[in-house]
């Protein structure tokens, strides 16, 4: 940092970036001294390292009833240009800047670091503010009162302008709404004016964009059935063009996807149970993906041959003309023969094995979601409580995935009627055209006209809507299955977790004597072992009784408030859970994300008519946005601190970081 000597110009320095920030009373005087004043011996001007480099920002948060107002998981990625040592600016829980070393020392030029900095609710401000309003056949409601409920479900979103974050990224972000609504619960979503939405797996994909610098609010609409829909998604880039767009939600994506890696940084948590486990969930998806893949094709060809056998019996009841739609005498005939050993009871018996062993394909692919899960809170809490909680999980997976079968077997129930008579009568159309509209040797014709009803099993309309129907049917089976096999591997998982060699304390063994500031080292090394001291509390830290081999030195109270850590043991163990919810939802949304990408800019080239409007806008705004001051420039680094780009700091965290160039943001909301 440049200091001025009692110049006037030192002056005007400390003046304008007073002005700028409303400082403190305790930084006014760091300011004092550096406009040439004098300060008391214990304040110190901020230090900002010897290397050259630059800072990208990956910023998390979680919306509660609406708005951001958990903590902020914020991912940070330095790039060294000139080699030296690099110092990040955290803040405590009185919102004042704490400085701690990247890695702990220098780093080489070519080189890069990442940090992860936790931000305690309430101390920073999204660009972004997202409020989530809810109704359920027509007025407005709790979103509790929307989840499992039947009916007109509405969400409301207006995405705008936070007026009280200090940087400048609503000017020049991107803001992308996504979610997704599983098919079981509806098959069509209606929303505003630029909303896409499309079917993406056993889900409905919702995509909208919003303004950059402006209040953009959405309505969506569907008819529901026990509602429940994914996290909603909000993400913020930069991007002029649609191959920045793409390039930096899906890194933003990919960051997020990953955010539990980050944040354990490599901890050795119960390294046996989870080398177990890993192999258990590779195992598992396994079977799932060879499963799968016999039990799908298995299920396609049983359904047409069910379908040829249906219409071939109902063909041979025929009788007279035949006209364009379903002849009901014939029908009857054929429902006649499903009792007995007949062909057709034996196709139905067929056709129902092989929905059943397509659903029961997917409970692999739960049982290996359910291991992941817990290899991921492992890797974050360590084991204490798990057990109880794998197993209160396991009831309510098991519980909902009954309830959820039954539901999908009466949605094929009801699906499968309107199916079968869509589909006989565009048989008998096509069979009449066939005989000239009589029944005699109609039978001679039955496979043509099968074959030709297939083909209209996409361009016909009713065929369309009601197979589609059948189709969310077996989704709802299959997921309920999936989550039956979820369930029952929770249950495996409590008696392995209880079983472990390690119990409930969890990466005691072999944890450092002390807790650095950097977040990966206190959640890899620190957290779980601080947990298990059942003595930890005001007596234990740096210079407490006790010997070296069974006391953990406390993190220092700066660094417990930086981060959000409680100072007692039990309260860390809340810390982490909240932790683990948090992460999760980021995680979940990673994947919506991505999934909004490929709709928007499906080829990184393209873009959808909201999203070019928009990237216009972020041009012309980027355009009227000055260049960051210079921090190694004549005006002195505080000042560049303080004044940032145009008035508005780049640093999400704090201004005082002056090597910040952007920022990318991605908001979640809790699930139904």
Not at 527 to 552: C, E, K, M, N, W
Request: hydrophobic share 40%; with cysteine.
């Amino acid at each position: 940092m440049m200091v001025t000597h009692g110049t006037r110009r030192g002056r005007r320095t400390a003046q304008i970036a007073a002005r700028v920030c409303g400082i403190t009373a305790s930084c006014a005087m760091t300011l004092a001294a550096v406009a040439g004043g004098a300060a008391p011996a214990h304040q110190a001007a901020y230090a900002f390292g010897t290397a050259t480099a630059t800072k990208t920002q990956d910023v998390f948060g979680t919306l509660h009833a609406g708005t951001i107002s958990g903590e902020l998981y914020i991912a940070n990625d330095f790039q060294i240009d000139q080699s030296g040592t690099v110092i990040d600016y955290g803040v405590t829980g009185a919102g004042k800047p704490v400085a701690d070393t990247v890695g702990g020392g220098e780093h080489a030029a070519g080189t890069s670091a990442n940090t992860l900095t936790r931000v305690s609710s309430g101390l920073k401000a999204m660009p972004w503010t997202v409020r989530v309003r809810y109704s359920l056949n027509g007025p407005n409601v709790d979103s509790s009162a929307v989840s499992g409920a039947n009916g007109l479900v509405g969400l409301h979103v207006t995405v705008s302008p936070n007026p009280l974050a200090d940087t400048d990224y609503a000017r020049t972000t991107i803001p992308v709404i996504a979610f997704t609504v599983p098919t079981k619960v509806t098959s069509a979503i209606t929303g505003s004016s630029g909303t896409l939405v499309t079917q993406n797996g056993t889900g409905m994909l919702v995509v909208a964009v919003g303004r950059p610098a402006r209040t953009t609010s959405f309505d969506f609409f569907f008819t529901a059935k026990h509602c429940s829909m994914s996290p909603l998604a909000v993400a913020a880039v930069e991007a002029s063009d649609t191959a920045e767009f793409s390039r930096s939600m899906t890194a933003l994506a990919t960051r997020a996807g990953n955010l539990s890696d980050i944040a354990i940084g490599g901890g050795k948590h119960d390294t046996k149970l989870l080398s177990r486990l890993k192999a258990m969930r590779d195992e598992e998806r396994d079977k799932a993906k060879r499963a799968i893949a016999a039990a799908d094709p298995a299920y396609q060809q049983a359904f047409h041959e069910y379908m040829a056998t249906y219409v071939t019996s109902y063909t041979g009841h025929l009788s007279g003309s035949i006209g364009d739609s379903t002849q009901m005498s014939a029908l009857l005939g054929t429902a006649g023969e499903l009792n007995g050993d007949t062909p057709v009871a034996r196709a139905v018996a067929d056709i129902s094995d092989a929905t059943n062993d397509r659903s029961v394909a997917r409970s692999h692919q739960g049982a290996a979601d359910a291991i992941d899960d817990t290899i991921r809170q492992i890797e974050l809490r360590g084991t204490t409580g798990l057990a109880a909680d794998l197993k209160r999980q396991a009831t309510a997976q098991i519980s909902r995935a009954a309830k959820d079968f039954k539901t999908g077997q009466k949605m094929m129930h009801d699906a499968m009627i309107p199916f079968s008579m869509a589909y006989t009568d565009a048989y008998t159309r096509h069979l009449g055209k066939m005989t000239g509209g009589t029944a005699s040797g109609a039978s001679a014709y039955a496979q043509r006209a099968i074959d030709q009803t297939n083909d209209e099993l996409t361009s016909n309309k009713n065929l369309r809507t009601d197979n589609q129907k059948v189709q969310a049917a077996l989704d709802a089976m299959a997921a309920a299955k999936a989550r039956e096999g979820q369930g029952k591997m929770l249950l495996t998982l409590a008696a392995l977790v209880a079983k472990s060699s390690t119990g409930g304390v969890s990466g005691a063994s072999g944890a450092p004597k002390t807790v650095t500031t950097d977040w990966k080292t206190v959640s890899a090394t620190g957290l779980a072992a601080y947990v298990s001291q059942r003595h930890a509390g005001a007596g234990v830290g740096a210079g407490s009784a006790g010997s070296a081999a069974d006391t953990l030195a406390m993190p220092a109270a700066a660094t417990r408030s930086l981060y959000g850590l409680s100072g007692r043991a039990r309260g860390l163990e809340t810390d982490m859970s909240g932790t683990v919810h948090d992460v999760v939802a980021v995680e979940t949304a990673a994947d919506i994300i991505k999934d909004a990408v490929d709709t928007l800019a499906p080829n990184g080239v393209s873009a959808s008519a909201a999203l070019t409007q928009a990237m216009a806008e972020a041009r012309a705004a980027r355009a009227t946005v000055g260049d960051p001051v210079d921090a190694q420039s004549s005006v002195g680094a505080l000042e560049a601190a303080r004044i940032g780009r145009d008035g508005a700091s780049r640093d999400v965290v704090t201004p005082v970081n002056t090597n910040t160039t952007g920022a990318r943001f991605l908001m979640v909301a809790d699930e139904l």
